[in-house]
């Protein structure tokens, strides 16, 4: 914890000042005491009162006392605060694969909620952008503070037609060049000229980052998946990887089974068979997470691929800062005066 005022932390002398004073109190109580003349009442009365029921209250002042004093200081605590202009962009694999309902209810439908409890969780003013991939990668919202709009979208993922195939390097390219965009930076990561603020001051990093979910092999695209990783790391964008889906996961009936671009058949590969299944691939997305410095999740499981968009929800879009809680002492002081004024008023002893 750090103060903003620490000088103002002197004020909790008054403890022992008040200390002094209340025993000094105590004392003249004491001395009136000793002068009453009607001891069998007075005995009456000093005997229905407990130790710790006199001091209670006492203590609780003093704390409340002491409470006050150190908001006085305006206290900061440690913790994670959202970044100005930072963006996300989430790019989620819609190649047919994902279909498949090793995930349930489909791995689609897990990625669709995982996606809606990220949104839960970002900060307001984060600008999240998405962008759909199968054969070739789609910008389906920009990057926006409009979370609604991108909730919209991916509910509405099934409408998305590209070609067959998973482009895993030409989605990463593109997410890349949106991030980059939506921050105002230039290709290479360095602030665009319009930008006054320095550079070094502002690196990519902090202000760009791309969480990525696929369930397959690349099968398509014109870069290889390793090198869409590179552009990433040249703009110092890390790149957070979710790898869905099992090794067992098929599709029944999948009218593009067989086709080019859409992997294996299931079942040892006979056309016969009409199960249409596609392994992820957590190899190449564990080493694009580690060249981006970004983080890897595997997700074989409904549960698991929305705790690792939880995760992340709670992490992206801020940075180690300080946050000042001076009125949360205010309120403590505030709670435990009353409460001790209550206490006080119960307890006073009272001639019959």
């Known amino acids: 914890m750090t103060f903003g005022a620490p000088y103002l932390l002197l004020s909790l002398l008054a403890i022992p000042l008040a200390i002094v004073l209340w025993r000094t ?9 000793v002068r009453y ?5 007075l005995a009456g009365v000093a005997g229905s009162r407990s130790q710790w029921r006199r001091y209670l209250p006492a203590g609780l002042f003093l704390v409340a006392l002491a409470t006050l004093c150190v908001g006085l200081g305006r206290p900061h605590v440690h913790t994670t605060v959202p970044t100005d202009n930072a963006t ?3 790019v989620l694999d819609v190649s047919g694969s994902m279909q498949a309902n090793d995930v349930k209810p489909t791995r689609l439908a897990a990625a669709q909620k995982a996606i809606n409890l990220f949104l839960d969780r ?7 952008g998405l962008i759909l991939f199968a054969g070739e990668p789609y910008i389906a919202t920009p990057p926006t503070t409009d979370h609604e709009l991108v909730r919209q979208a991916v509910g509405d993922v099934g409408a998305f037609r590209g070609f067959g195939g998973t482009a895993i390097g030409d989605a990463l390219a593109t997410a890349v060049q949106l991030g980059l ?3 105002g930076l230039s290709a290479n990561g360095q602030l665009a000229a319009y930008r006054t603020v320095a550079p070094s001051s502002t690196p990519a990093s902090s202000l760009v980052s791309i969480l990525f979910l696929s369930d397959g092999h690349q099968t398509r695209g014109t870069l290889l ?8 790391k040249a703009a110092g964008i890390p790149v957070f990887t979710v790898a869905l889906g099992t090794q067992n996961g098929k599709i029944t009936n999948f009218p593009g089974a067989g086709l080019p671009g859409y992997g294996t058949l299931g079942g040892g590969g006979g056309t016969g068979a009409g199960l249409f299944g596609l392994q992820p691939d957590p190899t190449t997305l564990r080493a694009i997470a580690k060249m981006t410095g970004g983080e890897f999740f595997r997700a074989n499981s409904a549960g698991k691929v929305q705790a690792a968009y939880a995760k992340l929800g ?3 879009g801020r940075k180690p800062g300080h946050v000042e809680v001076t009125s949360a002492f205010l309120l403590g002081a505030a709670i435990l005066l009353v ?14």
Do not use: D, F
């Open 225 to 232: 998946p390793l090198e869409g990783a590179a552009r990433a």
């Open 88 to 90: 996300v962009v989430l």
């Open 181 to 183: 965009k939506s921050a």
């Open 25 to 33: 109190a105590e004392r003249r109580r004491m001395r009136y005491a």
């Open 314 to 316: 709670s992490s992206i």
């Open 37 to 41: 003349t009607n001891v069998e009442v």
């Open 122 to 128: 970002v900060p307001s003013r984060l600008k999240v």
């Open 339 to 352: 409460l001790a004024g209550m206490l006080s008023t119960r307890w006073a002893p009272r001639l019959p």
